[in-house]
């Protein structure tokens, strides 16, 4: 069965710096998504980025970024001159999104 | 506007009172599915559609029905809800499986 591990419940970042959020999973499968998602204090989740199991460079998408190692199944999603508006809780899941992490809630400090 | 639609947003109900949640979008999706979001748990799929009158059971199914007659509409049936389906529920639909999903707003359900 997949399974997502996001180890970090809890990270801070200075405004402006950048900061990378942990995501590994566990899958049979050859081919394969990921998905990263953002839950905002207001509840909606919000797509982010994705990364196909065959995708031969890490997804990019503004501000956002994925440090994909198929190798050691990890996919860590790197934010670039973080803002106030990115405090959130980022989730990260496979495929259509059966498997979600527990997430890692991230503050912005200014 | 694109857009996954649930009603209603908050709702307390007492335990044993039958209860729907709607859900509906406007995308023409193939791929629908129901979760639920508990602190520390993150989100755990329930149930899932993969076209009209196809659906699945996820990873807790236990305590909830849907169906999915139409394409747009896919309802979260709790028969005899409990305390313990408190939670936050969240309705997604996407192109197909393996594309990124929409979600609704959520729906925040407590059962007393």
């Known amino acids: 069965a997949q399974k997502i591990t996001q180890t970090q419940p809890g990270m801070f970042v200075q405004e402006k710096e950048a900061v990378t959020l942990d995501c590994t999973y566990d899958?049979?499968?050859?081919?394969?998504?990921l998905f990263w998602y953002k839950q905002p204090s207001s509840g909606e989740m919000i797509f982010l980025i994705y990364?196909?199991?065959?995708?031969?460079q890490n997804a990019t998408e503004g501000r956002y970024s994925l440090n994909f190692q198929k190798a050691r199944k990890s996919t860590n999603l790197v934010i670039s001159a973080s803002q106030l508006g990115d405090s959130a809780m980022y989730f990260c899941?496979?495929?259509?999104?059966?498997?979600f992490g527990a997430g890692t809630r991230l503050t912005v400090k200014p | 506007e694109a857009q996954v639609t649930q009603n209603p947003r908050y709702l307390i109900t007492v335990t044993g009172k039958k209860l729907t949640v709607t859900c509906s979008q406007n995308m023409n999706h193939e791929y629908m599915s129901w979760y639920r979001q508990d602190p520390g748990l993150g989100l755990r799929q329930i149930y899932y559609?993969?076209?009209?009158?196809?659906?699945d059971k996820g990873d807790v199914p236990e305590g909830y029905k849907v169906s999915r007659k139409e394409k747009r509409n896919f309802p979260l049936i709790l028969e005899s809800p409990s305390p313990n389906q408190t939670s936050l529920y969240f309705c997604?639909?996407?192109?197909?499986?393996?594309?990124?999903?929409?979600f609704g707003q959520g729906t925040r359900l407590t059962v007393v």
């Open positions: 990364q196909g199991s065959y995708d031969e």
């Open positions: 559609s993969m076209n009209v009158e196809v659906t």
């Open positions: 997604a639909s996407s192109l197909y499986g393996d594309t990124e999903a929409f």
């Open positions: 899958t049979s499968d050859q081919s394969y998504g």
């Open positions: 899941a496979m495929r259509e999104g059966t498997r």
